[in-house]
C-alpha cells in the first residue's frame, strides 16, 4: 500500500500516527512546500519573543521520520491531484503515485485587495509561517521609525503583534470590527484585551481598516491610510486578516470543495481512497448543527487520525467539532469555546466579573449550555467543552460554572465535578445521561 500525505501539518503527521498504528509496513510519503521539518505554528510568535528558538520550535522527535519510515520530501509543491491515475503532480513535473491520500494542506493567508501591498518586499508581509516570522525578525532590525502596522486583530493578527513589539517595535492593530478577537469575544471582555495590549505598547484601532500602503523610493511601506482618512507612520505592514483552505491546487481533480474540502464521517472526500482534514475541510459544527471550517488544532489531530485509522483499513468516524480558542494575551488567558455571540433571543446569556482581570460568559440555549468566555480566570475550562459538546442539561449550575470553583476528571464516559467551596459533586454519564445529578460530600 502506498500512502501519500500532503502537508507535514498536525493533521498530516496524525494521519501517519494512526496508520502505522495499524499498519507497519505500507510506504508512506509526505509532501511539504516548506523545507523544515513539523514546527508548532502556534509557537512563531514566540519564535520573535525569543521564548523559542530554532532548537525548541519543532514538535516531533528528530526521528519521528524515521521511526515511522515516512520518506520526506520537503520544499516541494503540489501543484495538481491526477485522481484518475492516482498521481500526485508536483511543481517541477514530476509525480508521485499512491493508492491512499491524505490532504492536510491547512490555510493560505487571505490578502483583500489593498493598494501598495507587495510581499516581496521584505518590509510587509503575513503572518503564519516560520519563514513569516523570521522575516519580520530581520526587517525590526532596519526599521527606522519602529513603528509596525498589523492589518487584523483576530488572533493571528495579536499573536503578530505580540511578536513585534518584544523586537522593540511600536505596534498598531487595525481592525474592521468593533473590537479585537470581535469574532469570539464580546464587547467587555474585547475591552479588556484592548486595555491589556494598549498597556503593553499595542495601540488598537477598530472599526476602521487600511486602505492603501505608501511607499518610499525603494518600494517599502512608510505609511498606510486609512478609510477614515488617518494615516500612519509604518515601517513594517502585517497583514493578518484570516486564512483561507488550501485548495487551488485541486482545480480540475473531481474533489468536490465549498469554500473547503467536503469530507464524509470518516473524512474521505467525493473521491474514493482521498481523505482529508484540518484547516482545509468542512465538517460538521455540533453547535451551529451545519458544516463549516473549524481551524483549530485540536479537531486537525482527530480529523487526521480519523482518517489515517480509515485509509489503514480500520473504520472510524468524526463526530463534528465546535470551535475553541485558546490564548494568552501578555499574562491575560482567554478561552472561548462554542457559541459566544448569540444573535437568538431565545438564548440565555449569564455573566461574572471582577474588575478588568476577570470576566466569565455563559450561554445557554434552554438548559443546554452551548458557548462560553473565559477570561483570567479559566477553571474548569476543559469540562465545560465538554459539557457544551455532548449538549448536557446543565441551567441549574450556571453559578458555580461563572464563578469556577470546579475541577474535574473524566473516566471512560463518566464524569465528576467537584466543588471545592461549596462540597458537593456533580455525577453523570456522556454517553447515556445528558443531565446531571448531584451528590452531596460534606
Request: glycine fraction near 10%.
Given at each position: ?259 473547503g474540502i467536503i469530507v464524509d464521517k470518516t473524512m474521505m472526500t467525493s473521491v474514493e481512497d482521498i481523505y482529508a482534514g484540518g484547516d482545509v475541510v468542512v465538517t460538521y459544527d455540533v453547535i451551529n448543527k451545519r458544516p463549516n471550517i473549524i481551524a483549530i488544532v485540536p479537531l486537525a489531530c482527530e480529523q487526521g487520525r480519523i482518517a489515517g485509522a480509515n485509509m489503514a483499513g480500520v473504520y472510524r468516524e468524526y463526530p463534528g467539532g465546535m470551535g475553541l480558542n485558546s490564548v494568552e494575551i501578555y499574562g491575560l488567558p482567554i478561552i472561548t469555546i462554542g457559541l459566544t455571540n448569540p444573535n437568538d433571543p431565545s438564548q440565555s446569556v449569564f455573566t461574572y466579573q471582577e474588575g478588568e482581570t476577570i470576566y466569565r460568559k455563559l450561554v445557554y440555549s434552554g438548559e443546554i449550555l452551548v458557548g462560553a468566555i473565559l477570561l483570567g480566570n479559566i477553571d474548569g475550562a ?61
Amino acid at each position: 500500500m502506498k500512502y501519500v500525505i500532503i502537508g507535514n501539518s498536525y493533521a498530516g503527521l496524525s494521519c501517519v500516527d494512526a496508520i502505522r498504528r495499524f499498519d507497519k509496513t505500507g510506504e508512506i510519503t509526505i509532501i511539504s512546500d516548506e523545507p523544515y521539518k513539523a514546527y508548532a505554528r502556534p509557537l512563531i510568535s514566540y519564535y520573535l519573543e525569543g521564548k523559542t528558538t530554532d532548537e525548541t520550535i519543532w514538535y516531533k522527535d528528530d526521528n519521528y521520520y524515521e521511526k515511522n519510515d515516512a520518506r520526506t520530501m520537503f520544499g516541494k509543491t503540489v501543484s495538481s491531484v491526477d485522481t484518475a491515475s492516482k498521481n500526485v503532480v508536483l511543481d517541477d513535473g514530476s509525480i508521485v503515485k499512491y493508492d491512499k491520500l491524505f490532504i492536510g494542506t491547512g490555510g493560505v493567508p487571505f490578502v483583500p485587495p489593498l493598494e501598495g501591498f507587495n510581499p516581496a518586499s521584505p518590509m510587509m508581509g503575513t503572518f503564519t509561517k516560520l519563514n513569516d516570522a523570521k522575516k519580520m525578525e530581520a526587517a525590526s532590525k532596519v526599521a527606522k521609525n519602529k513603528e509596525a502596522i498589523v492589518i487584523g486583530g483576530g488572533l493571528i493578527g495579536l499573536k503578530a503583534s505580540e511578536g513585534l513589539r518584544a523586537l522593540g517595535m511600536h505596534v498598531t492593530i487595525v481592525e474592521l470590527l468593533p473590537r479585537v478577537l470581535g469574532l469570539a469575544l464580546d464587547e467587555i471582555s474585547g475591552q479588556i484585551t484592548a486595555k491589556r495590549l494598549n498597556k503593553n505598547g499595542i495601540d488598537t484601532v477598530t472599526n476602521d481598516t487600511v486602505i492603501k500602503i505608501n511607499l518610499d523610493g525603494t518600494g517599502n511601506p512608510e505609511s498606510v491610510t486609512l478609510k477614515s482618512g488617518r494615516e500612519l507612520i509604518a515601517d513594517i505592514v502585517v497583514v493578518g486578516v484570516g486564512v483561507r483552505p488550501n485548495v487551488a491546487f485541486l482545480e480540475g481533480s473531481g474533489i468536490k470543495v465549498d469554500r473547503g474540502i467536503i469530507v464524509d464521517k470518516t473524512m474521505m472526500t467525493s473521491v474514493e481512497d482521498i481523505y482529508a482534514g484540518g484547516d482545509v475541510v468542512v465538517t460538521y459544527d455540533v453547535i451551529n448543527k451545519r458544516p463549516n471550517i473549524i481551524a483549530i488544532v485540536p479537531l486537525a489531530c482527530e480529523q487526521g487520525r480519523i482518517a489515517g485509522a480509515n485509509m489503514a483499513g480500520v473504520y472510524r468516524e468524526y463526530p463534528g467539532g465546535m470551535g475553541l480558542n485558546s490564548v494568552e494575551i501578555y499574562g491575560l488567558p482567554i478561552i472561548t469555546i462554542g457559541l459566544t455571540n448569540p444573535n437568538d433571543p431565545s438564548q440565555s446569556v449569564f455573566t461574572y466579573q471582577e474588575g478588568e482581570t476577570i470576566y466569565r460568559k455563559l450561554v445557554y440555549s434552554g438548559e443546554i449550555l452551548v458557548g462560553a468566555i473565559l477570561l483570567g480566570n479559566i477553571d474548569g475550562a476543559g469540562i465545560l467543552s465538554a459539557i457544551i459538546r455532548q449538549g448536557a442539561k446543565c441551567l441549574s449550575y450556571k453559578d458555580e460554572f461563572l464563578k469556577g470553583n470546579i475541577f474535574s476528571f473524566v473516566i471512560d464516559n463518566e464524569f465528576e465535578i467537584y466543588n471545592i467551596n461549596e462540597g458537593y459533586a456533580i455525577r453523570g454519564d456522556f454517553k447515556d445521561l445528558p443531565e446531571f445529578s448531584r451528590t452531596n460530600w460534606r
